[in-house]
C-alpha cells in the first residue's frame, strides 16, 4: 500500500520512481526493482467509513441477507493451489488481523443486521 501511495506522491510531482521498496519499473528500456517490499500489516489499514454508504446501505445484498456489508479479517493464503494466484501475489503467505481490531469493526458495524462467514474468521497466524 505505501508503495502506491509513493508511486501517486511522485507522478504528482513529476518525480522519478527510483527506490521505491517493491516496486518494478522500466526506464530506457530497463527493468528497474526498487528492493524489497516493505512488511505487510493488515492491521495497518484504516477500518471503513460505512458513514460514507448509510443512504445506500439497504441496497447492499448477498442471496436474501440484506443489509450486508463486508469485512475483511485476512489476507493471503498458506496454500499453492494451482488454479489461483493469491499464494503468488503475496508470497505464499496468510495474514489475520488482530482479534481486537476486527471487534472494534464489528462494534462499529451494528447497524448491519446480517453477518454471514464465508471465509475462515480466524485462521492461521501471520507468516
Not at 17 to 45: C, K, Q, T, W
Request: glycine residues 8%; charged residues 30%; positive net charge.
Amino acid at each position: 500500500m505505501s508503495a502506491f501511495r509513493e508511486v501517486l506522491r511522485r507522478l504528482e510531482k513529476k518525480e522519478d520512481m527510483s527506490g521505491i521498496p517493491g516496486l518494478h519499473y522500466r526506464e530506457n528500456g530497463a527493468f528497474v526493482f526498487g528492493g524489497d517490499p516493505l512488511p505487510y500489516n493488515i492491521d495497518a489499514l484504516p477500518l471503513p467509513d460505512r458513514t460514507l454508504t448509510g443512504e445506500d446501505r439497504n441496497e447492499y445484498q448477498i442471496d436474501d441477507m440484506k443489509p450486508i456489508a463486508l469485512m475483511r479479517t485476512s489476507a493471503g493464503c498458506p496454500y499453492r493451489c494451482t488454479f489461483c494466484s493469491v499464494w503468488k501475489l503475496m508470497g505464499g503467505r496468510s495474514y489475520s488481523r488482530r482479534i481486537e481490531s476486527v471487534v472494534e469493526e464489528l462494534d462499529k458495524s451494528r447497524n448491519i443486521s446480517c453477518i454471514s462467514r464465508t471465509m475462515s474468521l480466524f485462521s492461521t497466524r501471520n507468516g
